[in-house]
Structures are given as structure tokens and as C-alpha cells.
Antibody
Framework: QVQLQESGPGLVKPSQTLSLTCTVS??????????WSWIRQHPGEGLEWIGY???????YYSPSLKSRLTISFNTSKNQFSLKLSSVTAADTAVYYC???????????WGQGTQVTVSS | IVLTQSPATLSLSPGERATLSCRAS??????LAWYQQKPGQAPRLLIY???NRATGIPARFSGSGSGTDFTLSISSLEPEDFAVYYC????????FGGGTKVEIK
């Protein structure tokens, strides 16, 4: 059974960089059968797919966040990470890491982590 | 691609049939999935490619449609089905609809 767990600061100051890590257990992030994704949910709102990474290291970012976003692997720890720079209050959300098939259908999600941007 | 879900809220009683709609701003073919989300939980995949049930999903859930108009049906609501439902397209950059909340009447 694949499990994903997000970790990182729950509070980030405006203009700083939001950094989160997703630790994957029960499966290898080096599998070529999946994408590893970040998705966020603003308070009381719907879901937004931020970006994803393939085992080769290829990354795919939301057009609206592309200039501020970096997703990367730490294969030795079976983790992948998100960095979102120059954050504002609009980046306050629950952030989920997830696994999707190559057809971009999500089959496993982390439990989500609340990130608040505030001074 | 913008996905518009309707209604925003559906008030029904256990045992009733639920019909949820998802409309795309342009054709997504059959590249549409449905997820269920309960408070404080991550979403769960119900349906992929418009009409295929995910592993372990009960037969009371069914999906239909293609192009721009899609429907998720729950044939007879169980107490655990009261939740928010999202559609998601994968034809272009993946996007989600705004959700339909199915609440107990």
C-alpha cells in the first residue's frame, strides 16, 4: 500500500519561499509508471494542480505558477519536494502530494498539510 | 480548460438518486475523472476516463458523458456518500471543477 506524507513549515512569511517535502512509502518514486504531484486547496475552495515530476526528472508546472515553482526529487530518501518562491496570502492553502498514473489520474494522496502565509 | 459543476449543493435523503453535472469549456474527449472528498480528508478517486470505476468503488457510482458534458450518478445514496464531489480533466493542463456538495436533506 503506497503512502504519502507531506512535511514542512505551517507558516511562511510573505515574499519568502514555501518549501514542502513528500515522503513516499510502499513504493519507489523511481518507477516509470507514475507522476508525482503537488496539488493545493485554498480555504473552502476547489483543487488546483500545481505541478508534477517524472522519475526522469522532467517537470511540468502550472502555467500560472511556473515562474515561482520548483519540484525536485531526493531519490535516496524516496522523497520529492516543492519550492514556491515569493509567496503571498493567496498561496495560503492545504497542500497535498499525490501519485498519479501517466494519464494524470490521481490514485494516492497524502493527508495534506496546511500552509499559511502571514507576517 | 474550465470545468463548471452543477448544482453547487444537492440536498437529498439517503436512498435517493444523485445526479451531478460537470461541463467543460472545450472538449476533453473522455478524459474526465471524478473524486469524492469528505471533511478533513484528501480526495478519493471514484471514476476515471468518464465511465470507469476505480478499484474498490461500489457499483452505485457511475459516470457518463464525453466531449463537454459529463454526469456522475449515485443510484441510491448511502450515509457515507454525503460529501463533496469534484470532476477533473486531463486533456490539457489538469484542472478541477469547483465541486458539488451532496448534503443530507
Amino acid at each position: 500500500q503506497v503512502q504519502l506524507q507531506e512535511s514542512g513549515p505551517g507558516l511562511v512569511k510573505p515574499s519568502q519561499t514555501l518549501s514542502l517535502t513528500c515522503t513516499v512509502s510502499g513504493g519507489s518514486i523511481s518507477s516509470g509508471a507514475y507522476y508525482w504531484s503537488w496539488i493545493r486547496q485554498h480555504p473552502g475552495e476547489g483543487l488546483e494542480w500545481i505541478g508534477y515530476i517524472y522519475y526522469s526528472g522532467s517537470t511540468y508546472y502550472s502555467p500560472s505558477l511556473k515562474s515561482r515553482l520548483t519540484i525536485s526529487f531526493n531519490t535516496s530518501k524516496n522523497q520529492f519536494s516543492l519550492k514556491l518562491s515569493s509567496v503571498t496570502a493567496a498561496d495560503t492553502a492545504v497542500y497535498y502530494c499525490a501519485r498519479s498514473s501517466l494519464s494524470r489520474v490521481i490514485d494516492y494522496w497524502g493527508q495534506g498539510t496546511q500552509v499559511t502565509v502571514s507576517s | 480548460i474550465v470545468l463548471t459543476q452543477s448544482p453547487a449543493t444537492l440536498s437529498l435523503s439517503p436512498g435517493e438518486r444523485a445526479t451531478l453535472s460537470c461541463r467543460a469549456s472545450q472538449s476533453v474527449g473522455s478524459y474526465l475523472a471524478w473524486y469524492q472528498q469528505k471533511p478533513g480528508q484528501a480526495p478519493r478517486l471514484l471514476i476515471y476516463d468518464a465511465s470507469n470505476r476505480a478499484t474498490g468503488i461500489p457499483a452505485r457510482f457511475s459516470g457518463s458523458g464525453s466531449g463537454t458534458d459529463f454526469t456522475l450518478s449515485i443510484s441510491s445514496l448511502e450515509p457515507e456518500d454525503f460529501a463533496v464531489y469534484y470532476c477533473q480533466q486531463r486533456s490539457d493542463w489538469p484542472t478541477f471543477g469547483g465541486g458539488t456538495k451532496v448534503e443530507i436533506k
